[in-house]
């Protein structure tokens, strides 16, 4: 641990870093961390889910959803103090509150605004620093001012609609299409966008997608939603999607997008996806769905595909996602 001084404040910084793991998910975070890096899950600073690892070097766990990467202490601060010593460091913070509730409001509230509230999609993230903080007790603040997501909390959440999506799995593709046009500039399909959807029932996907205006043929042994099933932007075949070569597919004009939210073996999703590369390379979203424990180095190929990440969603469970920027 060092020391340094702001504007006469003590500030104890702190090595290695701290995780914080998505919403209802520390036991799959705590099982990456000893499946994955062979790391336990304890942590010298007690701090609601928050996992402190002092010795740290690896590269982040897909479980956490932000990751305080430069964590440091602030100790017997006034309400006033401690807002002023953050701002001082940086503009955005946000909270994560487990204790201490009234006088973390009291200290947030003299910061600057933050949006925490859910988003209508689309939206766009901003590139910007997000810090993260937490009171650890009514006198000693856990913050760090760079933080591994630009979103509050690592968290994108999103306005929900209750009526008119044929599955809730449509949230999933929300969010990818926003960390795809995030991470890798990637505008959202639209009008002449050309979409390929493999196990599109009910239709979740394909309702976000001809949402956006993109044409979509999706691909299934179950059809879709009758609304989607009439829908002039949707083209569907009846087929195991991933047995369908990537040349048939293309004869009726060039695919921009392909999606999988496939239940299947990762290994075939992998195979399936370095096909399609071969062939055009388009953009691709593909869910890998996981069976059982987690096959870490399969995962790693996924995530040494150029051009390419393996992220856990806000609206993943046992599963993380594939977003691939193509050539077209």
Known sequence: MSEDLLDGITIKRLPGKVFLPFPDQEEMLKAELKDRFNSDATSKIQAGNLIYKEDWTGPLPYWASTCMLEPFLLSGLSIGKAAASLKKLQRSWAPYSFTSYRRMALIQEKLPYIPLKERDFPVNIPNSQMGLWTLLDNDTLLASAKTSSPLPLGLLTLKEDHENPPSRAYLKVQEALTLAAFYFNIPLPGKGSHCFEAGACPGGWTWVLVGLGAQVLAVDRAPLAQSLMKNPLVTFM????????????????????????????????????????????????????????????????????????????????HELTFIHKGSL
């Not at 047995?243 to 999606?259: H, M, N, Q």
């Not at 399609?276 to 096959?295: A, D, F, L, R, V």
Request: with cysteine.
């Open 238 to 317: 009846t087929h195991d999607a991933f047995t369908l070569d990537p040349a048939i597919l293309s004869e009726s004009g060039k695919i921009d997008w392909v999606f999988s939210d496939v239940i299947c073996y990762p290994e075939r999703l992998l195979s399936w996806v370095k096909k399609w590369i071969e062939y055009s390379n388009p953009n691709m979203i593909c869910t890998i769905k996981m069976q059982g424990q987690i096959n870490w180095s399969l995962v790693q190929d996924f995530a040494d595909i150029p051009q390419s990440k393996v992220l856990h969603l806000h609206y993943n469970k």
